[in-house]
């Protein structure tokens, strides 16, 4: 099937950080999806990304699905929520119930829709024993949703190569250029559509770290990535409060042969 336009919705996994062009901006799996389907579809392909870092899901359908309807695209990713389970209460089984809609709304316009299992984070980021849960009831949810809906579902959970740290950034919570690439092998070999196998590749697992250095590595990290997102929590700031999407409007995007 050849898709003339995609929108891609929701955080900042959709939004591409960790995976900067070289100008600062972010990439992404989304801009390396749209630029492939821009081959099969040719010159009239339209991509907008209305993704933003941050954004919990009530306000990624608040913003961002009223746009999407409008550009009446063929192809819409929905990926949202994964900010919500970090949140000290947060019930994702409501989640659930509250994207279910959406993608409703979505699929009566006509759009084909692209769901995620989120890969397993929470092996490196403290509380797992809460997130753990949280998460794989999210996940759960979006198999449901895409089989009630007819959604394309991305199982980025039942991947062993994102337990490999290098798949992560070095926040440990937002994809490596690697790990973007893979995801967007993945989405295009559930649509159908040929991929650069290059874009499967996993970095060799690093070597363990001895337990002294991997601390010191763990008190870094908390120093550096933990200290100031739990500071915007406390605060009430977003990492997206000053940021808008990167592409709001559908356009042409770079095709990649």
């Given at each position: 099937?050849?898709?003339?336009?995609?929108?891609?919705?929701?955080?900042?996994f959709t939004?591409g950080?960790?995976?900067?062009?070289?100008?600062?901006?972010?990439r992404?799996?989304?801009?390396?999806v749209?630029?492939?389907?821009?081959?099969?579809?040719?010159?009239?392909?339209?991509?907008?990304n209305l993704?933003?870092?941050?954004k919990?899901l009530?306000q990624?359908?608040?913003?961002q699905?009223?746009?999407?309807?409008?550009?009446?695209?063929?192809?819409?990713?929905?990926?949202?929520?994964?900010?919500?389970?970090?949140?000290?209460?947060?019930?994702?089984?409501?989640?659930?119930?509250?994207?279910?809609?959406?993608?409703?709304?979505?699929?009566a316009?006509?759009?084909?829709?692209?769901?995620?299992?989120?890969?397993?984070?929470?092996?490196?980021?403290?509380?797992?024993?809460?997130?753990?849960?949280?998460?794989?009831?999210?996940?759960?949810?979006?198999r449901?949703?895409?089989?009630?809906h007819?959604?394309?579902?991305?199982?980025?959970?039942?991947?062993?190569?994102?337990?490999?740290?290098?798949?992560?950034?070095?926040?440990?919570?937002?994809?490596?250029a690697?790990?973007?690439?893979?995801?967007?092998?993945?989405?295009?070999?559930?649509?159908?559509?040929?991929?650069?196998?290059?874009?499967?590749?996993?970095?060799?697992?690093?070597?363990?770290t001895?337990w002294?250095?991997?601390?010191?590595?763990d008190?870094?990290?908390?120093?550096?990535?933990f200290?100031?997102w739990?500071?915007?929590?406390?605060?009430?700031?977003?990492?997206?409060?000053?940021v808008?999407?990167?592409?709001?409007?559908?356009a042409p995007?770079?095709?990649?042969?």
């Open positions: 099937m050849t898709w003339k336009s995609f929108v891609a919705m929701g955080d900042s939004e950080m960790d995976d900067a062009y070289p100008d600062g901006t972010y992404g799996w989304a801009d390396l749209a630029a492939r389907l821009a081959v099969e579809a040719g010159p009239d392909f339209g991509y907008a993704a933003v870092r941050g919990l009530d990624v359908v608040a913003d699905l009223e746009p999407a309807l409008a550009m009446r695209p063929d192809l819409v990713s929905f990926a949202a929520g994964g900010n919500d389970v970090l949140r000290r209460k947060v019930d994702p089984w409501g989640l659930v119930h509250r994207i279910d809609p959406v993608i409703g709304q979505l699929r316009a006509g759009a084909d829709v692209v769901l995620f299992r989120f890969a397993d984070v929470t092996a490196v980021l403290p509380g797992q024993r809460i997130v753990g849960p949280r998460a794989a009831a999210l996940n759960d949810g979006a449901e949703l895409a089989q009630r007819g959604a394309y579902l991305i199982d980025l959970f039942a991947d062993d190569a994102f337990r490999n740290p290098l798949m992560w950034s070095a926040d440990r919570l937002h994809l490596s690697a790990g973007h690439r893979r995801v967007a092998a993945h989405v295009l070999n559930t649509l159908g559509v040929g991929v650069d196998e290059d874009w499967m590749l996993v970095p060799p697992m690093p070597a363990p001895p002294l250095l991997a601390r010191g590595a008190l870094r990290w908390a120093g550096q990535h200290a100031p739990l500071k915007r929590r406390l605060i009430g700031e977003s990492s997206g409060d000053e808008t999407a990167k592409r709001p409007e559908l995007i770079d095709a990649i042969a």
